[in-house]
């Protein structure tokens, strides 16, 4: 039996217990994806981050939810990231991710960790399916990206959501975001994905890359606020530089352990 040290950080704020919780695992290297699914199911967090280790500032870098892997995990990104810089004393000023997508970085910066991610602009579903059985109500509109985001009239209504998880689940996507402009906020969002074990997302990354372009667009500026109004929540200044969307946030670091197998 062999023992593997982790560490599980909270990201996107600045106090523990808030945010969104990601297990951080450096690896020598990857387990089975079977194996790396038990250690993901044995956390049970929303995300559990592998690395494996290709230079002091340079990771190769997956993401497991207690269901699947997932393409893009922001928060687990910025929490691998934290921990690096904190738990493993890397001296970099920027640490280089190698993801299924792309090359991700992290850096450390007077506004918290930046986390740097692909821009993900979503397109407006034609005719919509009604989301009435799923949020309890319709939407403003509908859009398709990396998963579907809806828009509602206010952030009061973002927050009033009752999720039907099955419902949700039934849904021809592994995800469902919401979203409105906020009141003290540029904006606000939640983010539901049953399909691949996460009810309620506390804090989404993969989120952001859609919303902050959508928001800039909108709103007309290429930088804004955000909050995230699950019950740990979570926040976040942001970015749209380019194609690259750059979310600014904090974290914390809860928990220290080992697993052995």
Not at 8 to 26: L, R
Not at 96 to 111: H, I, M
Not at 192 to 204: N, S, V
Not at 246 to 251: D, E, K, S, W
């Amino acid at each position: 039996m062999t023992e593997y040290p982790y560490t599980v950080v909270d990201a996107f704020t600045d106090k523990p217990f808030a945010g969104n919780p990601a297990a951080v695992m450096v690896v020598d290297e990857f387990f089975s994806d079977e194996m790396l699914l038990k250690i993901a199911i044995e956390h049970n967090l929303s995300e559990t981050a592998f690395l494996v280790r290709l230079a002091e500032d340079h990771y190769r870098l997956r993401w497991f939810t207690p269901g699947a892997e997932v393409p893009l995990c922001g928060h687990a990104t910025l929490a691998s990231g934290a921990a690096l810089f904190e738990e493993y004393g890397v001296q970099a000023d920027e640490i280089r991710f190698e993801t299924l997508s792309g090359t991700l970085t992290v850096a450390k910066t007077a506004d918290g960790y930046r986390l740097d991610l692909p821009a993900n602009m979503p397109a407006p579903i034609a005719e919509p399916p009604s989301l009435v059985d799923a949020i309890g109500m319709e939407a403003d509109s509908v859009w398709d990206g990396q998963f579907w985001l809806a828009l509602l009239p206010s952030e009061e209504a973002v927050r009033s959501v009752v999720p039907n998880f099955a419902a949700i689940e039934a849904l021809p996507v592994p995800e469902l975001g919401i979203t409105a402009k906020g009141a003290y906020t540029d904006f606000v969002s939640r983010l539901f994905a049953p399909k691949i074990g996460i009810p309620e997302d506390p804090f989404t990354g993969s989120l952001h890359a859609m919303l902050v372009p959508f928001w800039a667009e909108r709103l007309g500026k290429t930088r804004l606020s955000a909050h995230q109004a699950s019950d740990r929540g979570g926040d976040a200044l942001c970015e749209l530089s380019g194609d690259r969307v750059l979310l600014f946030g904090n974290a914390v670091v809860t928990m220290r352990g080992k697993m052995a197998f």
